[in-house]
């Protein structure tokens, strides 16, 4: 179990005894019948970007090293269907899948017996937030080395109003004292047993929060409150299907980053990268960067090598040159690309074809002749899309469109090809010192662009990562200056139909 100890200097200890918790747990309420929503099955059932509601909140969990068990009330006739769930994403931490409650505080009571005796963290979470993040996760986890009870919260951006039964304003609470309750829940074991002990004997008892029967029945506790975010969206009525469904869609990852040259070399050393558009940009820079970490880099373009990635010969012809050199191939990287301007109505058929068959086909068919290298070395291809995939830019809509087709792909190939242990991911920079954007731009402001060496040495992270199926956005640091695209060594292959 994995907790930092460390606390903040408001902490206040509830008791002299130090807490020693023997297992953190994560109980994950998924007992709603989906009733608001109008849906036939629980909404904790209903596909989001492409996975049932529940699998992605048991993922948080599943992926937060500082939990050690999960525990899943479901709802009444339906714990096959998570149980199967669960056993299909190969979640090792769910020990229990069980039959939940009528109400949620009978659902408690459930989850406190399947827990068992003993001191422990139980953190009680909703099964349809499925956007809680694993910081969240984690700052409630620490806060309970000083507090035993925590609470997740986001400040109201709305004015709060309080009415009477003819819907008249009684009261206009003082808004920077309130917040808007999410979950996770924490607490000591010990706590939320006793509090729900207390509330046994009394015959008016009912709550849907937990932390309302610990400020209730313990009113002498202090209830940690720390911040959530506006993410964390509970799927209740239909319009938050759509939005969690968005919110999912631009989600970017964070790349882990290696701080150590040797583990780069370590991890690196004796593998294979194929790098379709490696002849300059931030295909260059990676097969550099690739090969000073002992990585056998094999890259191909339109003008350096002849290859084009809309062309299915040439791209077979370009794996087996670098799989018959090495006998593997464990990266695939397609940087290659073409960015036209103009308004569509404007453009010619030889155009729009050439940029469509580059952006999309390309990627399309690099990723079909790569499955089976990726398969033997469970490797990862890896995509480029761009800031302009989130909304479409008046004149080039093309290139915009086939940015959000990419995203769309890694996303399903993802799913698709997780069962071959082979990982998908898209590298989304921002504005990059690159030919292709000179070409389209002509000069800018140095320090407004991104410099291509720090897009490659993400997209190095990525390779080494454990991810799949995320966009990983990449931002300039304050105060960095890129490299002039106009520089020799980034021409000296350039073609206006590559991109790096």
Known sequence: MTQDHTTGSDATPDTPVPWRPSRTVAVVLAGGTGTRLGLGIPKQLLKIAGKPIIEHTLAVFEAAPEIDEIIVLMATGHVADAQQIVDKAGFRKVNKVIEGGDTRNATTRIALDAVGEGDCNILFHDAVRPLVSGRIVRECVNALWTYSAVDVAIPSADTIVQVDEDDCITDIPVRSSLRRGQTPQAFRSGTIREAYR?????????????????????????????????????VTHPVDVHLADKLFQLAAAQAPRVTDERSYTEELTGRTIVVFGGSYGIGHDLAELARRYGTQVFPFSRSSTGTHVERAEDVEAALKTAFEATGRIDHVVVTAGILEKGPLSEMDQET????????????????????PYLQQTKGQLLLYTSSSYTRGRADYALYSSTKAALVN???????????FGVRVNCVNPERTATPMRTKAFGEEPEH?????????????????????????????????????????????????????
């Open 198 to 234: 207390h509330a046994e004997n009394d015959p008016h008892f009912a709550a849907t929060d937990d932390c309302g029967v610990v400020l209730r029945y313990l009113p002498g506790t202090p209830i940690k409150v720390i911040d959530g975010s506006d993410e964390n969206i509970k």
């Open 352 to 371: 729009m074809d050439r940029v469509l068959q580059v952006n999309f086909v390309g990627p399309v068919i690099v990723a079909r002749q790569s499955l």
């Open 409 to 419: 792909l890694t996303q399903a190939l993802s799913d698709e090809w997780a069962e």
């Open 448 to 500: 407004t662009l991104l410099a291509a060496e720090t897009v490659a040495q993400v997209s190095l992270d990525v390779l080494i990562s454990d991810l799949t199926g995320q966009v990983i956005d990449v931002r300039r640091a304050p105060g960095e200056v890129p490299a002039q695209p106009g520089s020799a060594r980034v021409e000296r292959d350039a073609s206006p139909a590559d991109a790096g």
